[in-house]
């Protein structure tokens, strides 16, 4: 079965300090990995995705997330946070064989940046 | 305008009444999907469509009907509301096999 797992409820951070808010996943075949950001009273917003290819993805915002197979790890990470990341992260996952199409979110990892 | 609206944006109700959530899309997509989302559970997928004809049962369908009434338009009835329902709803919409979802802000659902 799929699953996405972030450890984290919250990660602290001060701002100009890099940041990394983990997620692992489990699911049969190829993975389709996404991060997206939720702010306060809106929906999700996608950030970026892993498909296929090399391993280090940039997304918008200045976000990256790197792809590790051997660890099915898909961490987030910015090299130097801003306050205005402060938000709510989610990674999710979607299969690639039949009966895995569906995506399967995490329960979200609050990220806190401090001034 | 948003690509993705959901009406009502919030809904205060009594249990045992039937609600209905909406959702309208100007990307053009085939997907449409309906999450909840509560405090520590992260997103939970309700039902998913592929296209106007296909309507399939996501995770926690239970107490949930849907209807696809167009391409642009997919609604998520609660037939009979009860108070675990509470929750916030999104729609969310996605136009390829590896496409990232596109959320509509969703509807903040109060049973009383």
């Known amino acids: 079965a799929q699953s996405v797992a972030q450890p984290e409820d919250q990660v602290n951070v001060a701002e100009g300090n890099p940041l990394t808010v983990k997620c692992t996943y489990s699911v049969s075949g190829n993975p389709y990995l996404f991060w997206y950001v939720q702010y306060p009273n809106r929906g999700l917003q996608f950030l970026l995705k892993y498909i296929t290819g090399d391993n280090l993805v940039k997304g918008s915002y200045g976000f990256e997330a790197e792809f590790n197979k051997s660890q099915t790890s898909f961490h987030l990470k910015k090299p130097s946070a801003l306050v205005s990341d402060s938000a709510l992260y989610f990674c999710a996952v979607r299969g690639s064989t039949s009966g895995t199409y569906k995506y399967i979110f995490g329960t979200g990892t609050r990220l806190k940046v401090l001034a | 305008d948003a690509d993705v609206t959901q009406t009502p944006r919030n809904r205060i109700t009594k249990t045992g009444k039937r609600i209905m959530l909406e959702c309208s899309q100007t990307?053009?997509?085939?997907?449409m999907y309906w999450y909840r989302q509560d405090p520590g559970l992260g997103l939970r997928l309700i039902y998913y469509?592929?296209?106007?004809?296909?309507?399939n049962k996501g995770e926690i369908s239970d107490g949930y009907s849907v209807s696809r009434q167009a391409q642009a338009k997919f609604s998520l009835s609660l037939e009979s509301a009860i108070p675990n329902q509470t929750a916030l709803y999104f729609c969310?919409?996605?136009?390829?096999?590896?496409?990232?979802?596109?959320f509509g802000d969703g509807t903040r659902l109060s049973i009383l």
């Open positions: 469509s592929f296209d106007v004809k296909d309507i």
């Open positions: 990307k053009g997509h085939d997907r």
């Open positions: 969310a919409t996605s136009d390829a096999v590896a496409a990232p979802q596109h």
